[in-house]
């Protein structure tokens, strides 16, 4: 063979190899796109995990918040008409609804249950709470856990229901047992009588 012909040959080879390797090359590419576009989805629900993480977060939050608000309205519906029939107790209970939803009192259950006049510490002052039960100077432990777990029920189905049922202190923000005569009672609209409290808006 003479050399001209091994060099063509060669030349022939090399050619043929590198055709062969751009061939490879593409291939290569058009199967990696293919795949980056299978995988994309896939990587797009890895993105979303920490959202799903955010969601359940939220949930809890909201889930605690719920939970707080209802040992408050169950606190204050023990506290101030443990002694009641379930409908004087549930009277209680929209009270203290209806004046989360007034804008002359704060906004949550909580806030409205602790609200209290507050000395240079912050601390509430003797006979000065919105509630009487917060600063009478007596213990605020539940005895009574039975009773306490009846009213948590109760307290439930009105933070439920609120808005949905029908008022039976027809919007009252103020009420006072039938023994007394505060003196702020004749500013304020007489609506209802249930058990040994009077109610007014």
């Known amino acids: 063979m003479k050399i001209s012909t091994v060099a063509r040959l060669s030349f022939i080879t090399v050619v043929v190899v590198y055709i062969l390797y ?9 199967l990696y796109e293919k795949h980056t576009e299978i995988a994309r989805p896939v990587v797009e629900q890895v993105v979303e995990i920490p959202e799903i993480d955010n969601d359940i977060s939220v949930a809890i939050e909201v889930e605690t918040e719920y939970q707080q608000q209802l040992s408050c309205l169950s606190l ?11 409908l004087g107790q549930e009277a209680v209970g ?5 004046r989360v939803y ?11 249950v602790y609200q209290a006049h507050v000395d240079s510490k912050g601390r509430p ?4 709470c919105q509630f009487s ?4 100077g007596k213990s605020d432990k539940i005895h009574d856990m039975v009773a306490y777990s009846e009213i948590e029920e109760l307290s439930a189905s009105i933070l439920d229901s609120y808005g949905i049922e029908r008022d039976i202190t027809d919007g009252a923000v103020m009420y006072h047992a039938s ?5 702020w ?3 304020y609209e007489r609506t209802s009588r249930v058990d040994s409290h009077i109610f007014y808006k």
């Open 76 to 86: 204050n519906i023990y506290h101030e008409a443990r002694s009641e029939s379930k």
């Open 179 to 183: 023994y007394v005569k505060p003196y």
């Open 94 to 98: 929209l009270v203290t609804m209806n």
């Open 102 to 112: 007034d804008a002359r009192y704060p906004d949550t259950v909580c806030d409205v």
């Open 133 to 136: 039960w917060y600063c009478d």
């Open 22 to 30: 751009s061939i490879i090359h593409k291939v290569n590419d058009y």
């Open 125 to 128: 002052m003797r006979n000065r």
């Open 185 to 187: 009672a004749k500013s």
